[in-house]
């Protein structure tokens, strides 16, 4: 008997028993679907992620005060990074492209009738340089407004919306912290990053905010929160990172351990790629479990399915048929079910992950290698777990089937 004669049996047989054959497919149709959305969302997760650190600016460090010791054990933030250090690497690190320092504080910012708590963002105009922002309308504050620390404000676009509805709110006053400030321009509109949404914050002047709002809390000069620098490009990351550490080793005169942190973009690209990599593996993992459990019911259904059709069997051999070919139909049977089974489950699962896409800010898309695996491994399962019911099949002696018959 050859192959194309025992797939056609294999067929009819499968398909005199719909719901047994339905029933057993079940578990790889599960295994085979959770495998590639589990793979597809993990995947979109990490994308995600990249694109909410990529928005951060092009090819940042961050130096933020206290070394991780520090910042282990401490609540406090200290003080001791101050503006004159930021000055320092902007003008004496040839690697740097824009540094932009940021002073933060959070009040409550009103315009007529209308008060909202607003994370106020003290910066320099390098701001829209390092952290790859533009302006709608209106200007962004300069060095003159810096010096002259005019009380002057650009709002983010869902604050502007949110205090000044579809009106223009340049020219407009805005009162913050018994302070008036004139909003001489509104951001573009980028989204939230990392917790961080400039849309919902107000930029003035670092010199009006440690003057007029936060006030000078640090004996060296302006104290910060934290400072951004940007890299001429991505290869002068590295660089850059080196002569800021040496810079401001200099700077506080540090003999031992920095007290200071420095953390790259690519810091933690490289740490959210391993954590969402480790987390996609474990959900295919834990996904992959079904195919398993599939597989094993594969191998049950068929085992009662030998001893069911004990005098079918015993009367192929009577007549002819081989060990081979009883072997080769119980495989192709199990084969024809796990495959079946991974081809509705790739279905499914690809539904899953365009769902996804439609319905959450996850962009999930579909891995081929995911496809291939599943379906490779759903068919591996068939072939595996049916090879003991098939060699048990093959074994009748074909005088005990029919008699036990």
């Known amino acids: 008997m050859n192959i194309l004669e025992s797939m056609q049996m294999a067929g009819k047989t ?7 054959s339905t029933l057993t497919m079940l578990g790889i149709v599960i295994g085979n679907a959770s495998v590639i959305a589990m793979i597809g969302v993990g995947e979109a997760g990490q994308k995600f992620v990249n694109k909410q650190l990529e928005s951060l600016g092009p090819n940042v460090l961050f130096v933020i005060p206290g070394n991780q010791e520090t910042q282990r054990i401490s609540f406090e933030v200290p003080k001791n990074l101050v503006l004159e250090d930021a000055e320092a690497i902007a003008s004496a690190v040839p690697t740097v492209a824009g540094v932009a320092p940021e002073l933060n ?85 980028k989204g939230s990053s990392l917790g961080a949404d400039y849309d919902e914050a107000a930029l003035v002047p670092i010199t009006t905010s440690a003057n007029r709002l936060v006030g000078r809390n640090s004996p060296y000069g ?3 929160d934290y400072i951004v620098a940007s890299a001429r490009d991505s290869k002068s990351v590295d660089a850059a990172e080196f002569q800021v550490t040496n810079l401001l080793r200099q700077r506080h005169k540090i003999t031992s351990e920095d007290d200071f942190t420095i953390r790259t973009q690519k810091d933690a690209l490289q740490t959210v790629g391993q954590i969402t990599g480790a987390l996609t593996i474990m959900l295919a993992a834990v996904a992959g479990i079904s195919l398993l459990v599939g597989g094993i019911g594969i191998m049950n259904i068929m085992l009662v399915s030998v001893t069911e059709r004990t005098q079918e069997i ?43 896409s ?44 029919l008699r036990s018959a």
Do not use: C, H, W
């Not at 499968?14 to 047994?20: D, E, F, G, I, V």
């Not at 139909?329 to 089974?341: P, T």
């Not at 999930?364 to 099949?393: D, E, H, M, N, Q």
């Open 14 to 20: 499968l398909l005199s028993n719909k719901l047994r």
């Open 105 to 189: 504080g959070r009040y409550v910012a009103s315009y007529r009738n209308r008060n909202t708590n607003v994370n106020i963002i003290g910066t320099t105009p390098s701001f829209l340089v390092v952290r790859d922002f533009e302006t709608a309308k209106g200007r962004f504050f300069t060095n003159i407004d810096m010096k002259r620390n005019n009380q002057v404000a650009v709002l983010g676009a869902n604050l502007a919306k949110k205090l000044f509805g579809s009106s223009n709110p340049v020219g407009q006053q805005l009162r913050i912290k018994n302070a008036t400030f004139q909003i001489i321009g509104v951001l573009e509109g």
């Open 222 to 224: 302006i104290a910060l």
């Open 314 to 356: 015993g009367l192929r051999k009577a007549i002819g048929a081989t060990q081979q070919d009883i072997l080769s139909q119980f495989i192709i049977e199990a084969i024809i079910l796990s495959a079946a089974g991974g081809l509705i489950g790739t279905a499914i699962g690809v539904s899953g992950v365009m769902l996804v």
């Open 358 to 401: 439609v319905l959450t800010p996850l962009k999930a898309g579909i891995s081929p290698v995911a496809i291939t695996l599943a379906v490779g491994v759903s068919g591996g399962i068939g072939l595996f777990f049916g090879v003991v019911p098939a060699r048990r099949a093959a074994k009748l002696d074909p005088i005990v089937a």
